[in-house]
């Protein structure tokens, strides 16, 4: 039941957002969002989808005990890995492996510029995927960005 509420949440915000700032006229009433329990959707750097969460509870009466099983659903928002190693790529940070890099054409500024820079792109990219769930990419990220910062001060 509140798995449905949220999905109806994000359906409105989701019209809501495409209406204000594309202009294009939705109707909610013929969104389905069933596949999302089979599929994730990728949105906005975002990769999202719902899992079931299977629970077991025990419980034990004066001489009998019993195992419950029960299954949730639960909205996981994730960062895909893949396009955020492919932007640094682009971006020189990596190699398309994902193996850091110096970022030589910041050679010419001083150690200061170069440690505030490289924050202030880790800072963006962590408020921005600070919704996510699980935060490996985030340390990923993060990895790669120290590691091209300290190529590129040496």
């Known amino acids: ?32 969002i069933n596949q999302l329990s089979n599929n994730s959707l990728d949105f906005l750097g975002y990769r999202s989808s719902i899992r079931l969460k299977p629970s077991m509870v025990r419980s034990q009466m004066i001489e009998n005990s019993f195992l419950i099983e029960n299954a949730s659903k639960k909205f996981d928002t994730l960062v895909p890995i893949t396009p955020m190693i492919e932007s640094l790529s682009k971006a020189k940070f990596c190699n ?29 990219l962590s408020h921005y995927y600070s919704g996510s769930l699980k935060k490996i990419t985030l340390y ?10 300290a190529r590129t001060l040496a």
């Open 1 to 32: 039941k509140g798995s449905s509420l949220l999905m109806d949440k994000w359906k409105y915000y989701l019209v809501n957002f495409w209406e204000c700032y594309f202009y294009i006229w939705a109707q909610p009433r013929r969104i389905h």
């Open 96 to 124: 398309v492996l994902g193996h850091p890099m110096s970022k030589s054409v910041w050679g010419s500024l001083s150690d200061s510029d170069i440690i505030e820079r490289f924050g202030r792109i880790y800072r963006n």
């Open 140 to 149: 990923r990220i993060k990895y790669i960005l120290r590691l091209s910062c």
